[in-house]
């Protein structure tokens, strides 16, 4: 088993979506964050002061797949997210140790659905 997790742009999430529901996967959670990466942010000029925003909105996608989905999870995200620019965000697969489907208790692969 393997957990997916994507940072990726705000405006790229439907098309992540779209890209991941054509390989039949189907369970993800999505959150809002903030962060910096090799963008660095950027500055702006508001009512005569200038701010530095350091953290842009990025959005981050958690996806817990069986071993046969995650290059396909992956190559999913790729194709969605991929815009070619600096900040397309950055994917993470990483082990997943145990799963458990809290209303049936069932434990492992068949957890993940």
């Known amino acids: 088993m393997k957990l997916v997790i994507a940072y990726i742009r705000p405006e790229c999430l439907n098309a992540v979506k ?3 529901y054509a390989k039949k996967i189907y369970n993800m959670s999505v959150t809002n964050v903030l962060g910096s990466g090799r963008q660095k942010g950027f500055t702006e000029t508001y009512r005569g002061v200038v701010m530095e925003v350091n953290l842009l909105k990025k959005v981050r996608l958690e996806i817990g797949v069986n071993d046969d989905f995650a290059e396909q999870a992956v190559e999913a995200i790729n194709a969605g997210a991929r815009t070619g620019k600096e900040g397309d965000g950055v994917i ?12 049936t208790q069932e434990t492992g692969p068949a957890a993940m659905g």
């Open 18 to 20: 779209q890209e991941l």
């Open 92 to 103: 993470f697969v990483l082990e997943c140790a145990a799963a458990v489907r809290i209303r």
